[in-house]
């Protein structure tokens, strides 16, 4: 009894496995046999409800089991974002003309992905923001109001991507769209061929980036290599957008997660400036550059360590820091040149440091730059960057130092220090150009302190002829979207003193009017004039320099002026005038008119007046007067202007009256002169 029971169930069992032999059979037949265009849109239909984005195949889909699995795809397509659509873009961010795969079946039943080739045949892939900074590869649900955009699944780490030991790409295209930051990438992508762990993934790829032409070449390990081996993944990038190239080489210990990156970077091209469509980074105007440094990362923070290069004709060494994590990326760098030169500097003032010729102006013989002010480049990053020039050189002036820091915020940028050595002395103070406004706004408050005219001029061919101590201040303030109309409409004051100096004939040898003799200062040969003081004092509205004080003390004379100095079109409508401290009996002093332009100024004489004049034809006090307000404004507190602050103590004197005819200053020194007149 107990056999026959074991015999029954032995032939039931060996029915039911064949049973199930016949349906594996069967299902295999059918799978064979099936066609699988008919399932064309139950994979679309899952597609486009994984994705919450439409998703179609529009040609054959074939579908080989075996191991491994060869799949066929035809006209593959993924729409694009429905805001992309509406603003006139691509309908599809993805379409595949071809795609075939072949996939290993036992590997695919552990999870793991395994493809022994890839193919593409022309790939075409639309990356894009809108001005808002939404992206076209966020997807989202169909009704996004009611629930929060999801960013496409990204693997974790090296062993989460799919094992792909030959991938090949034809005729690709990848056009990536960034109005936010002006990019404008139009890249094809003829081959990406890669094998085993000795071969290489090589990217060639050319198109439009920004509107200029753009090329890259890339290579890395193989695809193996990137999965599986533990080792840093070795890559080299080199690529070009116009004149801008840049080469990077080295590697990355888990370049999925673009972490420990030890990557060595040279940069090179015609104009920093260029690089902001490329990395965000706003920067002035520049002559050739080639700059080499250590790239690293650690989150959201990139360092560029040991730095160093050539700006123009200047040497630029430090450390520079990009930090994505906030609303902005934050710039920070700490750099030193040894060897500054000056004209690599003039694109902080809006001009060119290639000649007038490279940058806008008003008009013929300006000297004001018409730069505009992009204020989009401003609010684009902040930035916390400081600059030291151990030595600063130019052709225009001595310099010796420079310190700089630059802060901006938001597009309100702040130079603050600035510190400049010049000619013995320096140029010190703040200048703010807002550009979180509208309309972008300029503030300055520059001081000009114990700068000696024989050291400034003594590369140049005053070199000897001219001397004294100069003090200033620049206090300006105005708005306008070029640096001309943030000066054409500024208000403020600026104020210059030359304290104890000396002039020669040689020094205005060559102008059409002999200035200083016309207005009865008599210069005799080479040797040196000694004068007081010269002060200038500017009160300046609307664009409007108007002369409150304009005066150069001498031995002999008193020369006095008045009149404007436009900042709107530069030109210049002065009225200087010579008076004598003692009776001269063969002098005249014709008054002189000042015309013509900063660029391109006209000295000449005024017709309708031309007399002898004398001490009493006006008195000292009456010229002086304006002169008690200037000095403090000029040098408050400090000593290193005697003799003009003995020349407004003379005007502010109760006994003011025409000054003896004594003669003071020694003719040599800078603001050694013995007295001033009285």
Known sequence: MAAGAGSVFKWIGYGLLGLVGLAVVGVGAVLLLFDWNDARGFVARRASAALNREVAIDGDLRVHLGNPIRIHVEGLRVANAQWAQEQGGDKDMVAIQALDATLRLWPLLRGDWELPELKFQGPKLILEKNDKGEANW?????????????????????????????????????????????????????????????????????GNFAGKPFTLAAEGGSLLYLRDDPKPYPMKIEAAVGKTKGRIEGSMAEPVKMEGIDLSVALSGNDLAEI??????????????????????????????????????????????????????????????????????????????????????????????????????????????????????????????????????????????????????????????????????????????????????SETSFAGQVGGTVAGRIQLAGTGKTVADLLATSDGKVGVSVDGGRITSLAVKGLKTNILETLGVVLSGSEPLPFNCLVGNLSVENGIARAEALVLDTPETLVTGKGTISLRNEA???????????????????????????????????????????????????????????????????????????????????????????????????????????
Not at 160 to 170: F, G, H, S, T
Not at 348 to 371: C, E, F, H, K
Not at 379 to 387: C, W
Not at 604 to 629: N, Q
Request: charged letters at 25%; glycine letters at 12%.
């Open 138 to 206: 966020n997807f989202g649900p169909p009704n996004a109001e009611k629930a929060v955009a999801k960013e496409a699944a990204t693997p974790d780490d090296r062993g989460d991507i799919p094992v792909i030991e030959r991938l090949v790409i034809a005729d690709g295209r990848i056009r990536y769209r960034d109005p936010t930051s002006d990019i404008d990438i139009d890249n094809t992508i003829n081959t990406a061929t890669g094998g085993n762990d000795d071969d290489t993934v090589q990217l060639n790829g050319k």
């Open 276 to 457: 902001f469509p490329i990395l965000g980074i706003p920067t002035p105007k520049t002559r050739p550059y080639s700059i080499s440094g250590h790239l690293s990362r650690e989150g959201g923070l990139w360092a560029f360590h040991g730095m160093n290069g050539k700006v123009g004709e200047s040497d630029l060494s430090g450390d520079l820091s990009v930090d994505t994590n906030g609303e902005r990326p934050m710039v920070k760098a700490d750099l030193i040149s040894n060897r500054l030169a000056a004209q690599d500097l003039a694109g902080l003032v809006g001009a060119s440091p290639r000649g007038s010729d490279d940058y806008p102006t008003r008009g013929n013989n300006r000297v004001i730059p018409a730069t505009p002010i992009n204020v989009e480049k401003l609010r684009n990053t902040d930035m916390d960057v400081r600059l030291r020039g151990k030595r600063v050189e130019a052709p225009f002036a001595p310099l010796q130092d420079l310190d700089m820091r630059v802060k901006l915020t938001n597009g309100d940028l702040h130079f603050d220090p600035l510190s400049l050595g010049i000619g013995g002395g320096r140029i010190a103070g703040t200048v703010q150009v807002d550009g979180s406004r509208k309309v972008p706004a300029l503030r300055t408050n520059l001081d000009i302190r114990s700068m000696k005219l024989s050291s400034f001029f």
């Open 572 to 678: 210049l409508d002065l009225r200087i005038v010579g008076d004598s401290k003692s009776p001269q009996v063969f002098a005249t002093h014709v008054p002189v008119l000042v015309g013509g332009t900063l660029g391109n100024p006209d000295i000449g004489v005024d017709p309708t007046e031309s007399a002898a004049r004398g001490a009493a034809a006006v008195a000292l006090g009456v010229l002086l007067t304006p002169l008690a307000g200037v000095l403090p404004f000029l040098d408050p507190g400090s000593d290193e202007q005697p003799q003009c602050g003995r020349l407004v103590q003379d005007a502010r004197s109760p006994n003011k009256g025409a000054p003896a005819s004594g003669k003071s200053g020694n003719g040599r020194g800078e603001g050694k002169a013995s007295g001033s007149a009285r």
